[in-house]
């Protein structure tokens, strides 16, 4: 069964610093892959996404993501981190089975320091 | 373009009383409707999901239901709510049909405590 792991609970990071996010996904096939944002006490705000093609993705708010297949990883960067950036982090992947249902990580919750 | 809402934003509800959330999708036709519950600190469990009305795929064992009355329209309930139903709640919407390579795309939630 597909499964996505993200090994970081927590990240603290100072503004203005770089950031990378880690995503470890289980899928025998080509997974399609996102990062999505959750901001407190709000729904969840997709930053990129990963279908096929070029491996380095770019997204909004200054994001990127490149998937390694060699790794099964998808990590997502930053160059320059934000205060603004601070929120909750998920990956998915896509599971099989029809209706587009995903499978998410259990979340990063990064906090930035000024 | 589409919007998605939900409602209410916050519910204070006692055990053993009904449940209703209401969500709706706008500026898109057909979608693919889905559930979520995300208890404090946890990821995102998906509770229903949704491919057309009246077709509704559950994916947990639980005290909760869906309905789908309407094409962009989704209804999370139960009977009677229990303790471990507190949290909070997302629906998301994406195009319907692709290979799984359509995007969720979420509302802003229910925040649902139990007393």
């Known amino acids: 069964a597909q499964s996505v792991t993200q090994p970081d609970i927590h990240i603290t990071v100072s503004e203005g610093a770089s950031l990378e996010l880690r995503c470890n996904y289980s899928?025998?096939?080509?997974?399609?892959l996102f990062w999505y944002v959750q901001s407190p006490g709000q729904g969840l705000q997709l930053l990129l996404k990963y279908f096929s093609g070029d491996t380095l993705v770019q997204g909004i708010k200054g994001f990127e993501a490149e998937f390694k297949r060699s790794q099964s990883s998808f990590n997502l960067r930053k160059p320059s981190v934000h205060w603004s950036d601070a929120a909750e982090y998920f990956c998915?992947?896509?599971?099989?089975?029809?209706?587009?249902?995903?499978?998410f990580g259990t979340g990063t919750q990064l906090k930035v320091e000024l | 373009s589409q919007t998605i809402h939900q409602w209410p934003a916050t519910l204070v509800q006692p055990v053993g009383s009904p449940l209703s959330l209401e969500c709706t999708v706008e500026g898109t036709s057909n979608p693919n409707l889905y559930w979520y519950r995300q208890a404090a600190g946890r990821g995102l469990q998906l509770l229903f999901y949704s491919v057309g009305i009246g077709q509704i795929s559950s994916e947990v064992p639980q005290n909760l239901s869906a309905s789908r009355p309407q094409d962009r329209q989704f209804i999370l309930s139960s009977k009677k709510l229990l303790l471990s139903d507190s949290g909070f709640y997302l629906c998301a919407w994406s195009a319907f049909g692709g290979r799984g390579n359509q995007p969720q795309h979420f509302g802003d939630g229910t925040r649902l405590s139990i007393l």
């Open positions: 998915a992947v896509v599971l099989t089975g029809g209706g587009n249902k995903l499978t």
């Open positions: 899928y025998g096939a080509t997974p399609y």
